[in-house]
């Protein structure tokens, strides 16, 4: 379901791909090219559109892609990782290790220190946690 982010109204148009007719009529004296389209007239009445189209409110006006548009239950973290890459993901989950690793080198052998790091390392498992990332394997 797509709602405004804005207003919530339900009242959107979305910028789509269809196919038309071309039609072009070239003046012979000047050459020039006059073309038309009909979208009643194409052999297909097809139309496409995703999350990266642009979409805009009849009620208020609001646009903005489709995406912001999209109504969702989803908490904000389960969002970021759907539209994270595999390899984006691999990146972050490389960098994230390699932090818990010089947490772990260069934290000093005194409890405080310890405590610390483990403080820190258990927010970033927490992170890749909502990342879908799972550094413990």
Request: proline fraction near 1%; charged fraction near 35%; hydrophobic fraction near 30%.
């Amino acid at each position: 379901m797509y709602r405004c982010p804005k207003c919530g109204s339900a009242d959107l148009d979305v910028t789509a791909l269809i196919d038309v007719r071309l039609y072009q009529d070239e003046d012979e004296e000047t050459g020039e090219v006059e073309f038309e389209t009909d979208y009643g007239e194409a052999r297909s009445n097809d139309h496409e559109w995703d999350d990266g189209s642009m979409m805009s409110c009849r009620s208020c006006g609001h646009h903005g892609k489709a995406l912001s548009f999209k109504k969702s239950d989803d908490s904000p973290s389960e969002v970021f990782r759907r539209l994270l890459s595999r390899d984006q993901r691999g990146i972050i989950e490389a960098s994230l290790i390699d932090t818990m690793n010089d947490l772990c080198n260069h934290t000093d052998r005194d409890k405080e220190s310890e405590e610390w790091a483990s403080i820190r390392m258990g927010e970033i498992k927490e992170i890749a946690k909502k990342l879908g990332l799972d550094l413990d394997a």
